[in-house]
């Protein structure tokens, strides 16, 4: 066993490891500098530019509030001032520069930077101001900050090898250095390589004999074109953007509920596929709102900017998480398209970079116009969002609406025959015979309140389709009555003669317990009133489902009189959680009137309708910030709740509840308790409005001949399909302007409650500035973003590509195009890949046309090299930043996945809809957020693209942040490639891999035959090669080893070809298939499986 | 010279693998545990990972183990004892105190503000004479090695800002948790358990969240591991049903033999790393299951803890745990008690939290210090804010709620480097407002990081083109707090 606790002495790690291990870091210790050596002339952006940020601007840089001693180094004028006497550079004598002086100086109150800062000057960089002086001291402006131009290409010596303009800049540096480039990768090598980098799936060996088989010269060229056309491309490219725009399933705060925006990510992978234009596809998502009569389409892509977390906690101050919001537009935005740390900006001018404290909030006001509240809905999307139907729905939508129109129309023309019946049936009427008659479809409880019984109940409750858990789990306590429970409590059972009958004569303190019934919850429908005559004190409860606590903690529904009026809660907790509306008109005193309340399930307060005598009534809202469950296990109570000051005096009679949300046609039936007969004993000219309408629906409903009855019942039908059609479609969080737009303030220390000055919308000076003409809002910036003088975003853009390819950027720092970012390696073909993105020469490209330049980048000769690592490169260049050598680096996450699921044949290749939830281990959302549940799903979601898996921000999918996926809190431009214990625990036992080995086992079994066939298929598969002798040898014997322990162990042999929920082939041997399946799941640990090489 | 050949391949595999803190195995180990292969080669002895010349001078402490109280236990009911408030029972918090104080939005809008004494018992406790509450007997009888700061204060008001506040420095998420910037910065002392280990009791009340034991933006190996109560403790730590130890073995050897075939081939270091990573693994998943199995633990043990630390899950297990973990060289050891957000019905809930607590953490306090093992182990009980002095909700006789309270609060340290015996700092008589000797956030941060030997504004991550801390740019050592 090994011990715990190791007292062996650390080995001295051999000095290549150390530099291979440092491939592991993203951090601050370099390994090859990106710059080139500097020896011959100092380069100010390579070599001058680096120190003076990190070491110096700090104290002399943009930040007026840090400047010590007015001294000003980011720019020329204050760099080569005069001051005082001296002049801190002159160039071409380093000697009369007081920069050499202070730097250099021997006494600790002149050195600098001074003793105490956190950052120091060494020799190395002193000499290097020192020689940059001496050559004339060329200042020059950041390099990213300039547009990049189209220069002509690099002489090199090697002609032969340059495939295509990207080579030329390779290989001049390559020759600079010394070094040559290496052969090419073999082309199964190559085609695995540029099928998981394009499509994020490795090619079946169909395709690769295909590859192999074909001689011609563009072999390579078709099976790009064939990857790039693949619907799969788009997946593999919305996982890196996904990144960026923060996507995730839930809000990220607190319990973490869900939110829908699947819609807006389904959208990305579309854009990708169509191969939409660069510029297109940012301004679509900045602000496909404002453009004219935007699409469905563009207004979904808006959702871009709503992915940002959003907090629904109780005690929230909206208006401080509303700047948060704001913030990490601003953020994002700066990091997607400009490269730039504009955060740091929130509270103080830029450190290191060009922009001021008032710039970030002149970017801030663009952003800002959004009619939106700081505490966001705890449990599906946060206003304002939209309808978003797929194009599938869309047709469905359509053919409904349709089939509505003409059944309508129909309909309308049966209207004289209708007319005759009526006219016929109510002449047949015997009138003298009472038939009473109202709204009994969805009626879950009647109470007639004639004497101590009840009637007509059926607790049935509907639940919001698609949200996974947002209820409690507290079910079952005390205090529960049986659904036929009818109790009059804190007096004796007393009735008067009522509006119906007989009614509940209540007098202020006794009330009726109803028991189990109206336990209805924030996202159902449901409907509930009664006839009431108040008397006395205008107060108290009338109907209620909430805690009998004091009235101001109590959690429930409840309709009761305050001051005269009617007023409506459902409540969480009052002050915070709750919907609650009061009719602006009282109701009058010792009088029969009938109240009805109806709720939609929306949540919101204009959800809730309030009627007296069957009229709507005008509501003053008083809060509408509901937020979660208010169910309660106490019973429905008429006219009591919120404990014993709050019950009703007067009369209550006929109590109705419905889980549905009543439209005001059917209250107004409802509140009109005439008899049919008796309104047909009306002669016809003298029928009220109510009368007519009551009379025609049930006419309708009950009496006509069965030609009209049916006509009406499809049409009523069609109608509720329609409108449970519409209501049931996806939504998606968008942007949106508000009319009067919301004042901008510069933020003391960024706090929200500390204003400053006004600001305007602007764009940074130190940028191009905003076409003249263009509209001064997101569609101005969104435009400015892919404006072809703005020098970063074209090339923001292509690094990231490149890193996607080449596994690290041109410019390291993805994120981080500023002075304090790492400097090019290869500064003129990021260059040149910029200009060639906006402005092909490729023919067949279009401007800004991301296929065309990701083809550039694969069928170059530096893409197509050998991934295999010599000592002396491994010392040379350790990052492999020069590219004497192929890429080869660790898959993604969702590529590790995919790739298991679909070598073994799992994977379910289906696009888009939402999001899935596989195996993850029982309890894990549980264990630190009690109320929520992870109802694993089953059948073909199990093997869906990893990047549909349902992203908790708060707990991520274990497999996927095992191998270093994004968090989805914040804007990520760059992922961790790490090598770490968890991931080979992960690969080995995790359910999906272990179930995908021996999927892929049955497969291999199936496919071919022998030992050496069965491990030959397998490695294709899952490798694209072929197995070398010795690997088969090993292979072989290893599996003969398992089968002997299988055959000894019936019981493990079923457990271990038992994992997961796909079906076992049973007409495989059982002992050969664990065996197989110890083989296979070895195979997909291979380093080389999870290795792009 | 080829170094792959000569150097690692030819290597048997014994000599390669069995030596868990040398050949490349090792260094591998140290770019997972806290930090990379450049620090390992000069970190002391027994240090893995790690930056250099961290710790940046002697501290006392040599690891954490911090007991955080989720949800916000309340200061006057515990430690900060305010006798004078019994006389001011109902009346009105006196705008004079409250000094437009910004409120949460569950009592902004409450019409009066009454406030509500403590109903529980103070007595003054050990030789040092501090206050503690009857609800908390067991850490009432060694308040004698604790030193209680009255007078931490805090700019968040919700929950989930907050105690991201306390774990990151930043309210809002992305910056590395503490646990993470010290195994980045001090590396690991065991090779085989990871040097930052997270784990979660307390059921109901406020939610936990990943980011809390998260590594931000250091990679991703800087993460502390969260022990679970079910199932593995580390996730899929376990074999797959049906696979025995000596499948796994094969496995891993043929593995290990194709991969080292590929790294000849290839000569990509990355290969090397993955494979000592698989034997690491191994070794977790025999490590890992016997730092769990507190079978051998004695009578004594559980008497210290409560015969609660037999039942995995409970904040007692986790207390154990913790000092095994403590013991076995974890660097930072962060346990998550649930459950201290009493809105309403304070004196029921918050006795029910002391009572799963109490016992457990005085326990741990007194095995720390009978081992040895208290002068370098700093220990923190504490949540990420106050309580209110007014009421929220009704205030009765029996009962009263408390909203929020950033602005003064107690915790205890214990410990590592921190004075024993001795309270720190005044809040005015309704424990509303600091009097004397205020604390933030920082700057409990910065002094933790000092008694481990570290400069808090020394151990930097450039990210995004500027050098993060852990403190940001605020910060001071608390020097009154130092033994």
């Given amino acids: 066993m090994p011990r715990l606790m190791s007292d062996k002495p650390g080995l001295r790690v051999a000095p290549f490891l150390s530099a291979g291990f440092l491939i592991l870091t993203l951090g601050n210790l370099v390994g090859l500098s990106a710059a080139e050596p500097v020896a011959g002339k100092v380069d100010f952006n390579r070599d001058i530019r680096p120190i003076l940020s990190d070491v110096c601007f700090h104290c002399h840089g943009p930040d007026e509030n840090q400047r010590e001693a007015d001294l000003r180094l980011d720019n020329k004028t204050g760099a080569f001032a005069k001051r005082d006497g001296s002049t801190t550079i002159v160039p071409g004598k380093p000697g009369s520069s007081e920069l050499i002086r202070r730097i250099t100086s021997t006494d600790p109150d002149e050195r600098m930077p001074p003793a105490d800062a956190d950052r120091k000057l060494n020799p190395q960089q002193i000499e290097l101001f020192r020689r940059w002086i001496a050559q004339g001291a060329e200042w020059k402006q950041h390099w990213s900050f300039v547009a990049p131009k189209r220069q002509p290409l690099p002489t090199v010596k090697n002609k032969s090898w340059i495939a295509n303009p990207v080579d030329a800049y390779i290989l001049a540096r390559l020759e600079r250095e010394g070094l040559s480039p290496s052969p090419p990768a073999d082309k199964t090598t190559l085609i695995r390589r540029v099928s998981l980098d394009l499509t994020g799936l490795p090619p079946t060996p169909a395709e690769i004999d295909a590859f192999l088989a074909d001689d011609s010269p563009n072999a390579y060229d078709k099976v790009v074109d064939r990857l790039l056309k693949s619907p799969r491309y788009g997946e593999r490219m919305a996982v890196r953007w996904l990144d960026l725009a923060r996507y995730a399933d839930t809000s990220g705060y607190q319990n973490d509920g869900e939110r829908f925006m699947w819609r807006w990510r389904d959208w990305v992978i579309e854009a990708f596929n169509n191969n939409m234009p660069f510029d297109q596809f940012t301004v679509e998502q900045m602000a496909g709102d404002l453009l004219p009569n935007p699409t469905l389409e563009q207004r979904i892509a808006t959702a871009f900017h709503r992915n940002h977390r959003g907090n629904a906690e109780g005690g929230v101050i909206p208006e401080e998480f509303a700047v948060e919001y704001v913030v990490d537009r601003v953020e994002t935005t700066a990091t997607v398209w400009l490269g730039l740390t504009l955060g740091c900006t929130r509270c103080h001018d830029h450190k290191y970079d060009p922009f001021s404290q008032k710039e970030f909030y002149q970017l801030f006001a663009y952003f800002n116009n959004l009619p939106e509240n700081g505490r966001a809905i705890k449990d599906g999307n946060s206003p304002p969002y939209i309808q978003a139907p797929t194009r599938s729905q869309r047709k469905q939508l359509a053919k409904l609406r349709s089939q509505l129109a003409a059944t309508e129309t129909t309909f309308r023309k049966l209207g004289p025959d209708i007319d005759r019946a009526q006219v016929t049936w109510e002449k047949s009427l015997n009138t003298e015979k009472q038939i009473d008659w109202t709204v009994t479809e969805n009626l879950v409880a009647r109470f007639a309140l004639d004497a101590e019984a009840r009637a007509d109940q059926k607790p049935s409750f509907s639940k919001k389709p698609g949200f996974s858990a947002p209820t409690n789990d507290a079910k079952a306590s005390g205090g529960r009555k049986p659904a036929d429970a009818f109790e009059f409590k804190d007096g004796t059972p007393t009735f008067a003669p009522g509006k119906l009958g007989r009614a509940a004569d209540l007098d202020g303190k006794r009330y009726i317990d109803a028991g189990d019934v109206g336990k209805f919850d924030f996202f159902d429908k449901f409907s509930c009133g009664a006839w009431i005559n108040p008397q006395g004190p205008q107060g108290g409860m009338i109907l209620s489902r909430m805690m009998d606590a004091d009235l101001k903690r109590a959690k429930g529904y409840r309709m009761r009189l305050r001051n005269g009026k009617l007023e409506v809660s459902l409540s969480v907790r009052w002050l915070d959680d709750a919907i609650r509306v009061e009719t602006v008109e009282p109701v009058t005193a010792d009088r029969w009137q009938h109240v009805m309340m109806t709720y939609d399930g929306s949540r919101l307060a204009k959800g809730v309708k309030v009627y007296v005598d069957g009229k709507p009534q005008k509501l003053k809202v008083n809060l509408d910030g509901l937020n979660q469950t208010f169910q309660t296990d106490d019973p429905f109570r008429i006219g009591a709740g919120g404990g014993p000051v709050a019950r009703f005096h007067g009369l209550i009679d006929d109590v109705r509840l419905y889980n549905s949300s009543l439209s005001s046609a059917q209250v107004e039936q409802i509140a009109n308790v005439e008899s049919i007969n008796s309104i047909v004993r009306t002669s016809p000219d003298k029928r009220t409005g109510p009368q007519q309408r009551k009379l025609r629906a049930y006419f309708l409903a009950e009496q006509a001949p069965q030609p009209i009855r049916d006509a009406h019942r499809s049409l009523v039908s069609l109608r509720i399909q329609t409108a449970t059609f519409i209501e049931e479609l996806p939504t998606v969080m968008v942007m949106q302007e508000m009319e009067t737009p919301r004042e901008t303030f510069l933020l003391k220390r960024g706090e929200y409650d500390k204003h400053g000055e006004q600001v305007q919308r602007g764009t940074p000076v130190s940028l191009h500035s905003l076409r003249d003409g263009a509209p001064n809002n997101r569609l101005g910036l969104a435009r400015w973003l892919v404006d072809e003088s703005n020098p970063l975003t074209a090339r923001v853009t292509v690094n990231r590509y490149w890193e996607m390819l080449f596994g690290t950027g041109i410019v390291k720092t993805v994120e981080d195009f500023g002075s304090q970012g790492e400097a090019p390696t290869h500064p003129e073909l990021l260059d040149w890949l910029a200009v060639e993105f906006v402005s092909p020469q490729t023919k067949s490209a279009k401007p800004w046309d991301v296929k065309a330049i990701l083809k550039t980048m694969v069928m170059s000769a530096a893409y197509r090299q050998s991934s295999k690592v010599t000592p002396a490169l491994l010392e040379k260049d350790p990052e492999n930043r020069l590219l004497a050598r192929g890429p080869r680096f660790r898959l993604t996450a969702e590529t590790i996945r995919d790739q298991a699921l679909f070598v073994s044949g799992l994977m379910v290749e289906k696009r888009g809809g939402p999001s899935v939830k596989p195996y993850q281990p029982a309890g894990l959302w549980k264990e630190i957020a009690t109320s929520t549940g992870y109802p694993q799903d089953h059948g073909e979601k199990l093997y869906r693209r990893s990047m549909y898996t349902f992203w908790k921000r708060t707990v991520a999918p274990p497999s996927m942040v095992a191998f270093d996926a994004a968090a989805r809190e914040a804007c990520q431009a760059r992922r961790a490639r790490t090598n770490t214990p968890l991931q080979a625990l992960t690969l080995l036992n995790e359910t999906a891999f272990v179930e995908a080995a021996r999927v892929l086992a049955e497969r291999t079994m199936t496919e071919a035959g022998t030992t050496t066939d069965r491990v030959t298929r397998a490695y294709r598969l899952a490798m694209s090669r072929r197995p070398s002798p010795v690997e088969l040898r090993i292979l072989s014997a290893g599996y003969d080893a398992h089968l002997a322990h299988y055959q000894k162990n019936p019981d493990a042999t079923l457990k271990v070809i038992s994992i997961g929920e796909s079906k076992r082939n049973e007409k495989l041997s059982p002992t050969e298939l664990a065996a197989w399946t110890a083989i296979t799941g070895l195979i997909l640990n291979l380093d080389e499986v999870v290795t792009k090489e | ?483």
């Fill in chain 2, 1 to 483: 010279m080829d170094p792959f050949t000569e150097n690692q391949l030819h290597i048997n595999r014994r000599h390669f693998f069995g030596n868990a803190a040398t050949g490349i195995g090792g260094a591998a180990l140290a770019s997972l545990l806290g930090g990379d292969a450049m620090a390992a080669d000069k970190a002391p002895t027994k240090r893995s990972g790690g930056l250099p010349g961290f710790p940046n001078f002697t501290g006392k402490a040599k690891r954490v183990i911090y007991l955080f109280q989720s949800g916000a236990p309340s200061q006057m009911d515990l430690y900060d004892y305010k006798p004078k408030l019994k006389d001011l029972r109902a009346t009105e918090l006196p705008d004079s105190i409250r000094q437009g104080q910004r409120l949460t939005g569950m009592t902004s809008k409450q019409d009066s503000f009454p406030v509500a004494p403590t109903k529980f018992k103070f007595k003054q406790r050990g030789k040092s004479g501090a206050w503690v509450s009857e609800l908390l007997p067991h850490i009432a009888n060694v308040a004698d090695d604790l030193c209680f700061v009255k007078t931490i204060y805090t700019q968040a008001i919700n929950h989930d800002p907050a105690i991201t506040f306390f774990q990151t420095g930043a309210q809002l998420a992305g910056r590395p948790s503490m646990g993470s910037w010290l195994s980045y910065g001090l590396g690991s002392d065991n090779a085989d358990l990871p040097a930052f280990v997270a784990m979660v009791s307390g059921s109901g009340g406020q939610p936990l969240y990943d980011r809390l034991w998260g590594s931000g933006f250091l990679p991703t190996r800087y993460q502390g591991i969260k022990f679970r109560s079910v199932g593995d403790p580390v996730l899929f730590l376990s074999n797959p049903p049906g696979v025995a130890d000596e499948t796994r073995r094969r496995v891993l050897d043929d593995l290990a033999k194709l991969n080292r075939l590929k790294l000849e081939e290839y000569g990509d270091p990355e290969i090397a790393t993955r494979l000592s990573q698989y034997e690491l693994a191994y070794r977790m998943q025999t490590s890992v299951p016997e730092l769990t199995d507190i079978s051998g633990e004695t009578k004594q043990t559980f008497e210290l803890y409560g015969e609660e630390a037999k039942k995995p899950g409970t904040y007692a297990f986790n207390c154990l745990l913790a000092r095994r973990l403590a013991e076995r060289g974890v660097r930072f050891i962060q346990l998550f008690h649930r459950g201290w957000d009493q809105h309403t019905e304070l004196p029921k809930g918050i006795g029910k939290q002391c009572a799963d607590t109490d016992r457990a953490s005085a326990g741990l306090i007194a095995d720390l210090k009978q081992r040895g093992m208290l002068e370098d182990t700093l220990v923190v009980w504490g949540g990420e804010f106050g309580r209110t002095v007014y009421c929220q909700g009704k205030l009765t006789k029996e009962d009263y709620g408390r909203d929020h309270h950033p602005r003064c609060f107690s915790i205890w340290m214990a410990g590592g480097g921190i004075k024993p015996g001795m309270s720190y700092g005044t809040t005015d008589d309704y424990c509303y407002n600091i009097a004397e000797n205020p604390v933030h956030v920082h700057d409990l941060h910065a002094t933790m990081l000092h008694c481990l030997g570290i400069d808090h504004k020394k151990l930097v991550y450039k990210f995004q083109g500027r050098y993060f801390r852990l403190t940001d740019v605020h910060g001071n050592v608390v020097k009154e707090l130092l033994a």
